[in-house]
C-alpha cells in the first residue's frame, strides 16, 4: 500500500526514532546536498527531494578509515567504536544501485567483509526521488530511473503538501505499521502528482544525455576499445588525484596498515585508489600498471567489463559525482562516446 504523510508529522517520526537511534538526513549546504546527523531542535530544513548528496553513501557502511583488528584484543564498546542501528533519510537511486554493488563484491561472496555486513545489517534506508537533477547525472543510460524502484526499506516522495511514501521490506513495514495514525492512504491525486515529477525528471535526465548516446553497450564498447587512442588522450589529461574514486559509490579497494594507539597494536583499513602509482606494485618492484595510462584504462575495465561479467551489473550508477570531482574536466560519458565513435 501506498501512504501519505505530511512533512510535521514526518518530522515527529523523525524526533521520535532520533530518541532510539542515529539519524542522517540530508541538507543543503553552500547549494550541495550533504549528509548530516538529526539533531532535535536544528532548524535548518531537511532535503527530501533535490539531487544526490556529494557524500557516497557507502561511507556509512565501508568507512574511509576503520580499525578493523587491534592487538591485544580488546571488545569494541570499551573503544567506543560499536555502531548499532541506524537510519539513513534521502538515499538516491544512484545510491541504492551502487550498494548493490557494494554488496556485490563485499557482501555476497565465499568471504565476506564483516565489517561492512554488520553495518548494512544495522542500516534502515529511507531512499527518496531525485528532482533536480545536475548536468553529470547519467542515471538513465544504465537503464535507472530518478527514482527508487528497489532496495529500499521506505522510499519517500515529495508533492504538494506532503510525502508520499512506499514500502519495499518487512523492516520499513514495521516502521509504519508502528505509526499508523500518522499516516493515511495515499488518494489518486497525490499518485499523478508523484507521477507527473517522476516523468518530468527522467525526461530532463534523458534530454541532457542524448549527445553522449552510444551504439553499443558499455561493455561492448570496452572490450573493443584496448588500442584506442581515446585511453591516451585522456589519460594525458588526468592529474592522478583519484577524486574522482575518492566520491565514486562503488570504489571497494583498501589497503592495510599498522599503528601503535594507546598502548594498543591496530590494524587500520582506509580507502584505496588504482589511479595511485603504487597501486599495482608488488614486492621487487613490479608493477602490473606502471603508467597513467594502464592505470587509467583500469577503472573502465572494472566498472564496464570485469563487474557485469562477474556479478551482472555495471559498477557505476550514473551519479555523475566523479563528473562532478574531476578537476581535469574528464566526462565519464564523453570518454565512453569517443571510445564508441572510434571502433
Given at each position: 500500500?501506498?501512504?501519505?504523510?505530511?512533512?510535521?508529522?514526518?518530522?515527529?517520526?523523525?524526533?521520535?526514532?532520533?530518541?532510539?537511534?542515529?539519524?542522517?538526513?540530508?541538507?543543503?549546504?553552500?547549494?550541495?546536498?550533504?549528509?548530516q546527523k538529526y539533531t532535535?531542535?536544528?532548524?535548518?530544513?531537511?532535503?527530501?527531494?533535490?539531487?544526490?548528496?556529494?557524500?557516497?553513501?557507502?561511507?556509512?557502511?565501508?568507512?574511509?578509515?576503520?580499525?578493523?583488528?587491534?592487538?591485544?584484543?580488546?571488545?569494541?564498546?570499551?573503544?567506543?567504536?560499536?555502531?548499532?542501528?541506524?537510519?539513513?533519510?534521502?538515499?538516491?537511486?544512484?545510491?541504492?544501485?551502487?550498494?548493490?554493488?557494494?554488496?556485490?563484491?563485499l557482501a555476497k561472496g565465499?568471504?565476506?567483509?564483516?565489517?561492512?555486513?554488520?553495518?548494512?545489517?544495522?542500516?534502515?534506508?529511507?531512499?527518496?526521488?531525485?528532482?533536480?537533477?545536475?548536468?553529470?547525472?547519467?542515471?538513465?543510460?544504465?537503464?535507472?530511473?530518478?527514482?527508487?524502484?528497489?532496495?529500499?526499506?521506505?522510499?519517500?516522495?515529495?508533492?504538494?503538501?506532503?510525502?508520499?511514501?512506499?514500502?519495499?521490506?518487512?523492516?520499513?513495514?514495521?516502521?509504519?505499521?508502528?505509526?499508523?495514525?500518522?499516516?493515511?492512504?495515499?488518494?489518486?491525486?497525490?499518485?499523478?502528482?508523484?507521477?507527473?515529477?517522476?516523468?518530468?525528471?527522467?525526461?530532463?535526465?534523458?534530454?541532457?544525455?542524448?549527445?553522449?548516446?552510444?551504439?553499443?553497450?558499455?561493455?561492448?564498447?570496452?572490450m573493443e576499445s584496448g588500442?584506442?587512442?581515446?585511453?591516451?588522450?585522456?589519460?594525458?589529461?588526468?592529474?592522478?588525484?583519484?577524486?574522482?574514486?575518492?566520491?565514486?559509490?562503488?570504489?571497494?579497494?583498501?589497503?592495510?596498515?599498522?599503528?601503535?594507539?594507546?598502548?594498543?597494536?591496530?590494524?587500520?583499513?582506509?580507502?584505496?585508489?588504482?589511479?595511485?602509482?603504487?597501486?599495482?606494485?608488488?614486492?621487487?618492484?613490479?608493477?602490473?600498471?606502471?603508467?597513467?595510462?594502464?592505470?587509467?584504462?583500469?577503472?573502465?575495465?572494472?566498472?564496464?567489463?570485469?563487474?557485469?561479467?562477474?556479478?551482472?551489473?555495471?559498477?557505476?550508477?550514473?551519479?555523475?559525482?566523479?563528473?562532478?570531482?574531476?578537476?581535469?574536466?574528464?566526462?565519464?560519458?564523453?570518454?565512453?562516446?569517443?571510445?564508441?565513435?572510434?571502433?
Amino acid at each position: 500500500m501506498t501512504f501519505f504523510i505530511s512533512i510535521p508529522n514526518f518530522e515527529e517520526l523523525l524526533s521520535k526514532w532520533a530518541q532510539e537511534k542515529p539519524i542522517y538526513v540530508t541538507k543543503s549546504i553552500a547549494g550541495y546536498s550533504h549528509y548530516q546527523k538529526y539533531t532535535l531542535g536544528n532548524q535548518d530544513p531537511i532535503v527530501y527531494d533535490g539531487i544526490r548528496a556529494v557524500e557516497p553513501i557507502k561511507s556509512f557502511f565501508f568507512k574511509a578509515s576503520e580499525c578493523v583488528a587491534k592487538y591485544p584484543s580488546i571488545s569494541p564498546s570499551e573503544t567506543g567504536e560499536e555502531q548499532g542501528n541506524f537510519i539513513i533519510v534521502g538515499a538516491k537511486s544512484c545510491d541504492l544501485k551502487a550498494i548493490e554493488s557494494m554488496d556485490n563484491a563485499l557482501a555476497k561472496g565465499a568471504i565476506k567483509e564483516p565489517f561492512y555486513v554488520e553495518a548494512r545489517g544495522n542500516a534502515t534506508i529511507i531512499s527518496s526521488d531525485c528532482s533536480s537533477p545536475s548536468q553529470s547525472c547519467f542515471c538513465t543510460t544504465l537503464g535507472l530511473n530518478p527514482y527508487p524502484e528497489e532496495g529500499f526499506d521506505i522510499n519517500l516522495s515529495r508533492i504538494p503538501g506532503g510525502l508520499i511514501i512506499e514500502t519495499g521490506s518487512e523492516k520499513g513495514e514495521k516502521l509504519i505499521s508502528a505509526n499508523k495514525d500518522l499516516f493515511m492512504e495515499a488518494s489518486p491525486y497525490h499518485i499523478e502528482k508523484r507521477d507527473k515529477q517522476r516523468r518530468e525528471t527522467s525526461t530532463k535526465v534523458k534530454e541532457q544525455n542524448e549527445r553522449f548516446e552510444v551504439k553499443e553497450s558499455f561493455r561492448e564498447i570496452i572490450m573493443e576499445s584496448g588500442k584506442s587512442s581515446v585511453w591516451s588522450k585522456y589519460a594525458g589529461r588526468c592529474l592522478e588525484c583519484a577524486a574522482c574514486l575518492s566520491v565514486c559509490p562503488t570504489c571497494h579497494c583498501f589497503l592495510l596498515y599498522d599503528q601503535k594507539e594507546n598502548g594498543h597494536s591496530e590494524r587500520v583499513r582506509i580507502w584505496d585508489f588504482c589511479y595511485y602509482r603504487g597501486f599495482a606494485r608488488v614486492g621487487g618492484g613490479s608493477n602490473a600498471r606502471p603508467t597513467m595510462n594502464d592505470r587509467f584504462k583500469n577503472k573502465y575495465i572494472k566498472k564496464f567489463d570485469f563487474c557485469p561479467a562477474n556479478f551482472g551489473i555495471y559498477a557505476c550508477s550514473g551519479c555523475g559525482r566523479c563528473i562532478d570531482s574531476c578537476m581535469a574536466n574528464i566526462d565519464m560519458r564523453q570518454v565512453l562516446k569517443e571510445l564508441n565513435d572510434e571502433s
